[in-house]
């Protein structure tokens, strides 16, 4: 397929070229104009529904960019009083509107005339949208955006000294691949010693969007907000059933793998018994992977990386570059994390990472830029919504990525060795990260069909589910106080609830699209392209499809994937 990564912003014909939005007395004009206006013909309709796209774009944008300014720098009050003047003053408002509007499209007798193939997953969404929304769960919504963020505001904060020097616990995190072993065991305690320092105010966070969240779901007419949640992510094609067959799949078919990587580090190591702060060492003599200094030099290597894949994905970076959109190096006052943002009405999306020098950090990049090259395949689709893909899709884009590439990493190391220690690394985690994923998915289930539950019950459970995807391999003896609390450094259980399981279904797909790749590289990218190019105009079965892969959690189809990487790591 042809395609360019000379991305045009949006042009504006509803809204002025120079508008932006300071007021909702400035913005609310257009939303009434929508919800005025007569719609006469199947024409009108069409124009309508443009008209929609370019002020939900516009006002998409926006709330990106505060969002951004905001995690880049946590310290800067400005920044934080921008995004939460958004959250509480702007957007709670324009949720009635939208539902009038959902409600005008689906009782338009020019509706039924529109093509029903292309509109099939949006009006879908939209008569979701509408069964959900509850006057009195504005409020509460537009509190729980602005509450999510403090997770942010407490990691970024965090600290350690080593050496005599500050570092982010990003930064920190190079020290647990040194030689020497007492130094990693006295940066791993001091990581988790910081945490436990904010131990209490991440659990009194969390029950407070517990609870809130809990009473958006009781408004809306939901048991718990479990089961809201997953109509609100549009989980049209599975279900919690889906989700507990995956966690028995991951013991059965993943655990056995996990097992056999740690108990080969251990040999390696020449360790009697392998401790939470050896996972990332390397044996003496070998030194750790060091693919790149700086974040100019992180974000060149990967241009280099992904020209030799399709000179598209590196033309899509260097468009990034162009437009400063990147802000990748650790610092303190960022907040933790990594993402890709979209940016409807630009085109362009920003990545924005916490990178610290270390192999992992090209995981993300490679990782973000997957996503990133998502945005740029669906910017064409003439609705802002037709670019709402599914996440179970998104993640497809930027894991398969993160396979892809491999064959590529030359750019960050220039000896064989390197190359090979790096790929095993990168086969490691991709099968080490399903049992935490399956621990975080089983946790939030019973966490809100518990909403109730006193932080010791939470801490409880929470020991009891990781213990069922534990390995015995690593001896985690005496370090009780960690544990109990190594679910607080996942941001997605403050800030996006139940987006995890996600990470695991998009590895079954990208393990699929990487078996294709390893017989037919160029079939493998077209069908990668031409899946992500549908942005969410298809039902996620059907995006699955365009990519040539089935969709399928059962125990089977995981253990015949399983087995083609175990079989492809001892190739290396």
Same mark, same amino acid.
């Given at each position: 397929?042809? #395609? !360019?990564?000379?991305?045009?912003?949006?042009?504006?014909?509803?809204?002025?070229?120079?508008?932006?939005?300071?007021?909702?007395?400035?913005?609310?004009?257009?939303?009434?104009?929508?919800?005025?206006?007569?719609?006469?013909?199947?024409?009108?309709?069409?124009? /309508?529904?443009?008209?929609?796209?370019?002020?939900?774009?516009?006002?998409?944008?926006?709330?990106?960019?505060?969002?951004?300014?905001?995690?880049?720098?946590?310290?800067?009050?400005?920044?934080?009083?921008?995004?939460?003047?958004? %959250?509480?003053?702007?957007?709670?408002?324009?949720?009635?509107?939208?539902?009038?509007?959902?409600?005008?499209?689906?009782?338009?007798?020019?509706?039924?005339?529109?093509?029903?193939?292309?509109?099939?997953?949006?009006?879908?969404?939209?008569?979701?949208?509408?069964?959900?929304?509850?006057?009195?769960?504005?409020?509460?919504?537009?509190?729980?955006?602005?509450?999510?963020?403090?997770?942010?505001?407490?990691?970024?904060?965090?600290?350690?000294?080593?050496?005599?020097?500050?570092?982010?616990?990003?930064?920190?995190?190079?020290?647990?691949?040194?030689?020497?072993?007492?130094?990693?065991?006295? #940066?791993?305690?001091?990581?988790?010693?910081?945490?436990?320092?904010?131990?209490?105010?991440?659990?009194?966070?969390?029950?407070?969007?517990?609870?809130?969240?809990?009473?958006?779901?009781?408004?809306?007419?939901?048991?718990?907000?479990?089961?809201?949640?997953?109509?609100?992510?549009?989980?049209?094609?599975? !279900?919690?059933?889906?989700?507990?067959?995956?966690?028995?799949?991951?013991?059965?078919?993943?655990?056995?793998?996990?097992?056999?990587?740690?108990?080969?580090?251990?040999?390696?190591?020449?360790?009697?018994?392998?401790?939470?702060?050896?996972?990332?060492?390397?044996?003496?003599?070998?030194?750790?992977?060091?693919?790149?200094?700086?974040?100019?030099?992180?974000?060149?290597?990967?241009?280099?990386?992904?020209?030799?894949?399709?000179?598209?994905?590196?033309?899509?970076?260097?468009?990034?570059?162009?437009?400063?959109?990147?802000?990748?190096? !650790?610092?303190?006052?960022?907040?933790?994390?990594?993402?890709?943002?979209?940016?409807?009405?630009?085109?362009?999306?920003?990545?924005?990472?916490?990178?610290?020098?270390?192999?992992?950090?090209?995981?993300? %990049?490679?990782?973000?830029?997957?996503?990133?090259?998502?945005?740029?395949?669906?910017?064409?689709?003439?609705?802002?919504?037709?670019?709402?893909?599914?996440?179970?899709?998104?993640?497809?884009?930027?894991?398969? %990525?993160?396979?892809?590439?491999?064959?590529? /990493?030359?750019?960050?190391?220039?000896?064989?060795?390197?190359?090979?220690?790096?790929?095993?690394?990168?086969?490691?985690?991709?099968?080490?990260?399903?049992?935490?994923?399956?621990?975080?998915?089983?946790?939030?289930?019973?966490?809100?069909?518990?909403?109730?539950?006193?932080?010791?019950?939470?801490?409880?459970?929470?020991?009891?589910?990781?213990?069922?995807?534990?390995?015995?391999?690593?001896?985690?003896?005496?370090?009780?106080?960690?544990?109990?609390?190594?679910?607080?450094?996942?941001?997605?259980?403050?800030?996006?609830?139940?987006?995890?399981?996600?990470?695991?279904?998009?590895?079954?797909?990208?393990?699929?699209?990487?078996?294709?790749?390893?017989?037919?590289?160029?079939?493998?990218?077209?069908?990668?392209?031409?899946?992500?190019?549908?942005?969410?105009?298809?039902?996620?079965?059907?995006?699955?499809?365009?990519?040539?892969?089935?969709?399928?959690?059962?125990?089977?189809?995981?253990?015949?994937?399983?087995?083609?990487?175990?079989?492809?790591?001892?190739?290396?």
């Amino acid at each position: 397929m042809t #395609v !360019s990564a000379d991305i045009k912003k949006l042009e504006r014909v509803f809204l002025p070229k120079d508008f932006t939005i300071t007021t909702w007395e400035a913005l609310e004009p257009y939303f009434k104009n929508l919800t005025e206006r007569v719609i006469n013909s199947t024409e009108a309709l069409q124009q /309508w529904l443009k008209d929609i796209s370019e002020l939900e774009a516009v006002v998409s944008e926006d709330a990106c960019w505060r969002q951004i300014k905001m995690t880049c720098d946590t310290t800067n009050p400005e920044l934080e009083e921008a995004f939460t003047f958004f %959250m509480m003053e702007i957007q709670p408002k324009i949720q009635p509107y939208a539902d009038v509007l959902n409600k005008k499209l689906i009782a338009s007798p020019f509706t039924e005339a529109l093509d029903h193939e292309k509109y099939f997953t949006y009006l879908r969404s939209v008569k979701k949208n509408i069964d959900l929304f509850r006057e009195d769960n504005i409020p509460l919504q537009a509190e729980l955006s602005v509450m999510q963020q403090q997770y942010g505001n407490i990691a970024g904060k965090m600290t350690v000294e080593v050496n005599g020097k500050e570092f982010t616990l990003q930064q920190a995190g190079k020290f647990l691949e040194s030689h020497d072993r007492s130094l990693r065991e006295e #940066v791993y305690r001091k990581i988790q010693e910081r945490r436990l320092q904010d131990k209490e105010a991440m659990h009194e966070l969390y029950t407070s969007l517990i609870r809130k969240r809990d009473q958006v779901a009781k408004n809306a007419g939901y048991a718990n907000y479990r089961d809201y949640k997953f109509v609100e992510l549009g989980r049209f094609d599975y !279900s919690k059933e889906d989700c507990f067959q995956f966690h028995e799949a991951v013991k059965l078919h993943v655990l056995p793998l996990v097992d056999k990587i740690y108990q080969q580090k251990k040999q390696k190591l020449g360790l009697d018994t392998l401790r939470p702060w050896d996972t990332e060492a390397e044996p003496d003599g070998i030194k750790s992977l060091h693919p790149f200094t700086t974040g100019k030099d992180l974000l060149d290597k990967s241009v280099t990386c992904f020209s030799k894949m399709h000179p598209f994905f590196a033309d899509c970076l260097r468009k990034m570059e162009e437009l400063k959109h990147f802000d990748l190096e !650790s610092r303190k006052g960022k907040a933790p994390g990594g993402y890709n943002c979209p940016l409807t009405e630009s085109g362009a999306p920003f990545i924005f990472m916490n990178a610290a020098g270390q192999m992992g950090d090209v995981t993300t %990049m490679v990782h973000e830029g997957g996503h990133a090259i998502h945005s740029f395949l669906s910017h064409h689709l003439e609705l802002s919504a037709f670019k709402e893909y599914p996440m179970e899709i998104a993640e497809v884009a930027s894991m398969s %990525m993160e396979l892809f590439s491999m064959n590529h /990493w030359e750019s960050f190391f220039d000896n064989e060795e390197d190359l090979k220690r790096a790929k095993e690394h990168q086969l490691e985690r991709t099968i080490t990260i399903f049992p935490w994923i399956a621990t975080i998915d089983k946790f939030q289930h019973w966490v809100y069909e518990n909403p109730s539950h006193t932080p010791e019950e939470r801490t409880e459970k929470w020991m009891e589910i990781t213990k069922e995807f534990s390995t015995g391999a690593i001896d985690t003896s005496g370090l009780e106080a960690y544990r109990q609390i190594s679910w607080q450094r996942q941001l997605h259980l403050f800030e996006v609830p139940f987006y995890y399981i996600e990470y695991g279904i998009a590895q079954l797909g990208a393990i699929g699209l990487w078996m294709q790749y390893i017989q037919n590289p160029q079939k493998a990218l077209d069908n990668y392209m031409n899946a992500l190019s549908l942005g969410g105009t298809k039902t996620l079965p059907d995006l699955y499809a365009a990519a040539g892969l089935k969709f399928d959690l059962s125990p089977d189809h995981i253990k015949t994937l399983m087995q083609f990487v175990n079989e492809q790591m001892e190739l290396l």
